[in-house]
């Protein structure tokens, strides 16, 4: 773990396995094996052309999303991210059938088939949205920390993003702001070292993206991001300098995506050693192989879960995105503006 | 009834709101301490605390999309962005965030946010101080676009868009600020949608908005008092929507038709409204309508220059008079 000098953080190393319980990390092996399983039966829908648009996976970051929102209170705290949201989504509390719905365009998914892949959003699970502009919810972010901070509560605002986001011009009025007025704000930068298609040295003048909040006196983390139990431990004391009203904190978790940028995406510009060297590093198998060492899983279970998970997205997640309607065309003007505001017409009064 | 300037209207209105309810917030570049290019937080920063009249760093996408995100929970933020012509940095967060946001939510999530800004040509300022932006916003589907053309407007607008749940970018000008109106003393809410009939006239409608409505009726009474030609004056403090019905039964009383925008013509405001004559009205017009605008160039420094590129009241009466042969 690399710190920023002058932003000491002790102990997230050595303990890290100390912090959760058996019980949590078999069920966090369970979370990250669905989210795998749920990105890999979206390529195939994808493939099949059930699912349009643009989609991009999360396979192989998975420690990421499930470390942080483990230390945070999913459902509580408030959660925005980019494009690549399907898991942030499940993990806050969304229903899978629903986040597969709006895939395939349905009436019955999160966003009623008006968002798409990019645009999951589940205010009633403060998953706050997907977005499309590559850096667009940074001062989204801050602003719902405002918001937070206004009204009194201890929930925080939460923001993934990747590596590339942090070279536009947002990161820096964003970072500035929250420093500025002390808002309860975490950035987490999933590194997964390409930009589209474009290495993070070949993009970028600082390639530890931690080093990059110095610059607005932002006290900031660069933590293994394929290891959860690390990931866990780093957002939990991030999570709480947030929550204690110390202002914003950066966390960067260093990862890889295993699909392209999208599926559009040849994959052209990663070597085949890259990957592999990236592949040995798999969350999931990290998590397994250390509970499978420690005694507390056989391979046998945990194959009987891969099969019971891949059944229950067919049985139930596809199924229900398959049944689900598709939104009328009569609909096609509704949700662009409030219904029936009364000050459109100048008020009640 | 009282009389009070443009910028005292706005001020009330923002004092009214903040007062009203704790979670409207100001934000804006030296709207706190300083109280405002154009005096519209004057006092307010004293009044109201740091916490909620928020001077901003020069991060005009940046604060917008603050104030954004804080409308996603509950806060009403009145952003004010000193020149429409430093808005342009801010569409990102305007036009990607606050407009769709509702629409690609299917419902769920709206951003009642109110942009305030000054566009147009002041005095010499140059090409980058004397844009309009209204003909961007107003194409922008989620997005309400209003525009005062008087005090007891930017009053009541400003009021109504605080309360309403949809974005509303509220176009001011520059030179308006230290007009003189009449204001109600009671607390009222102007609509968002709709037009007003400012002068009755039979011979021909001069459609305006924002500073060009006051064209509009200084040529109404020289072409009244000048030529016998009974003008009729609408004012489409609207711009998003715009008024169909309001225009098409002003054109169905004179059967001519002038539509007057500060803005060059290409895809703006006035282009619209010839749009909305085409397909509304087309066989109630005695005669082509016309658009009276700006030259299509950077508002140049110069100030013969900077005024040849401006239209004004005259350029209004040639039009109108155009419209009438026998009238010279």
């Known amino acids: ?10 102990g997230v190393a050595e303990n890290d396995s100390a912090l959760l319980s ?10 990250m ?29 998975e420690a990421c999303a499930h470390g942080v929102l483990e230390a945070a209170r999913p459902g509580y705290d408030y959660v925005m991210t980019s494009y690549r949201d399907h898991i942030h989504a499940i993990k806050c509390g969304s229903d899978p059938r629903k986040v597969m719905a709006e895939l395939f365009a349905k009436e019955g998914g999160t966003c009623k088939g008006r968002g798409g892949s990019m645009h999951i959003f589940d205010v009633e699970h403060r998953f706050m949205g997907g977005y499309a502009l590559v850096g667009g919810p940074f001062p989204l972010a801050a602003g719902i920390a405002k918001g937070i901070k206004m009204k009194g509560g201890d929930e925080i605002s939460i923001c993934f993003l990747g590596d590339a986001a942090n070279n536009q011009g947002t990161f820096h009025e964003s970072l500035n702001m929250a420093k500025v007025w002390d808002l309860p704000v975490l950035y987490v930068c999933e590194n997964n070292l390409y930009g589209i298609g474009t290495r993070i040295d070949r993009s970028t003048a600082v390639q530890d993206q931690y080093k990059r909040a110095a610059a607005y006196d932002i006290p900031a983390t660069q933590v293994d991001g394929q290891d959860v139990e690390v990931v866990y431990a780093a957002a939990k004391q991030a999570i709480e300098h947030v929550r204690s009203g110390n202002g914003p904190y950066f966390l960067e978790l260093m990862t890889y995506r295993y699909r392209g940028h ?10 085949k050693d890259e990957e592999r060297s990236w592949l040995k590093r798999d969350p999931i198998h990290i998590l397994r192989n250390r509970l499978i060492d420690s005694q507390d899983l056989t391979l046998s279970e945990f194959k009987d879960m891969d099969k019971a998970i891949i059944e229950e997205i067919e049985n139930e997640v596809i199924a229900y995105a398959e049944q689900s309607p598709e939104p009328a065309v009569e609909d096609l003007e509704k949700y662009v503006l409030a219904e029936n505001d009364p000050y459109v017409h100048g008020g009640a009064s | 009834m009282s009389q009070m300037m443009y910028w005292e209207a706005l001020r009330r209105a923002h004092d009214e ?3 009203h309810d704790p979670l409207v917030i100001v934000m804006g570049e030296d709207i706190g301490i300083a109280g405002g290019t154009y005096k519209a937080t004057q006092g307010l920063y004293d009044k109201y605390g740091p916490e909620r009249v928020i001077d901003t760093p020069i991060s005009e996408n940046g604060y917008t999309g603050l104030g954004i995100g804080a409308s996603f929970v509950g806060v009403k933020p009145i952003i004010e962005i000193m020149s429409v012509n430093f808005a342009w940095l801010a569409t990102d967060q305007i036009i990607n965030t606050a407009a769709k946001v509702r629409y690609m ?20 300022l140059g090409a980058q101080h004397s844009a309009r932006m209204e003909k961007v916003f107003m194409g922008i589907a989620g997005l309400r676009v209003v525009t005062p053309s008087n005090p007891r407007q930017a009053y009541g607008l400003l009021k109504s868009a605080v309360r309403c749940a949809d974005p509303v970018f509220i176009n001011e000008h520059e030179l308006m600020y230290n007009m003189k109106g009449e204001v109600p003393d009671e607390e009222f809410f102007h609509p968002l949608e709709g037009s007003e009939v400012v002068r009755q006239g039979r011979d021909l409608t001069l459609f305006g908005y924002n500073i060009s409505v006051h064209w509009c009726l200084q040529a109404a009474e020289v072409l009244s008092k000048e030529h016998g030609i009974e003008a009729e004056v609408v004012d489409l403090y609207a711009l998003s929507p715009l008024d169909r019905e309001g225009i098409k039964a002003s054109v169905a009383r004179t059967h001519k038709a002038i539509i007057a925008e500060e803005a060059e013509a290409p895809v703006g405001v006035g ?18 309508p016309i658009r009276v605008s700006a030259a299509n160039v950077p508002i140049p420094y110069n100030h013969k220059l900077e005024k040849a590129a401006i239209p004004s009241a005259r350029d209004v009466i040639a039009a109108a008079l155009s419209l009438f042969p026998g009238k010279h």
């Open chain 1, 1 to 10: 773990m690399k710190v920023m000098p002058g932003y000491a953080q002790q």
């Open chain 1, 33 to 61: 094996l669905y989210a795998r399983r749920f990105e890999e039966r979206c390529y195939e829908a994808y493939v099949e052309r059930k699912i349009g648009g643009f989609l991009h996976l999360y396979s192989g970051e």
């Open chain 1, 22 to 31: 058996v019980t949590d990390k078999k069920r966090l092996l369970r979370e």
């Open chain 1, 262 to 271: 999208s599926m559009s995406d040849s994959n052209a510009y990663r070597s």
């Open chain 2, 17 to 19: 709101e903040l007062s």
């Open chain 2, 105 to 124: 939510s299917g419902g769920q999530l709206g951003a009642p946010v109110v942009i305030r800004s000054p566009g147009g040509t002041a005095h010499q």
């Open chain 2, 271 to 288: 282009a619209e409204v010839m749009a909305i004559f085409n397909e509304e009205c087309f066989f109630e017009l005695d005669a082509p």
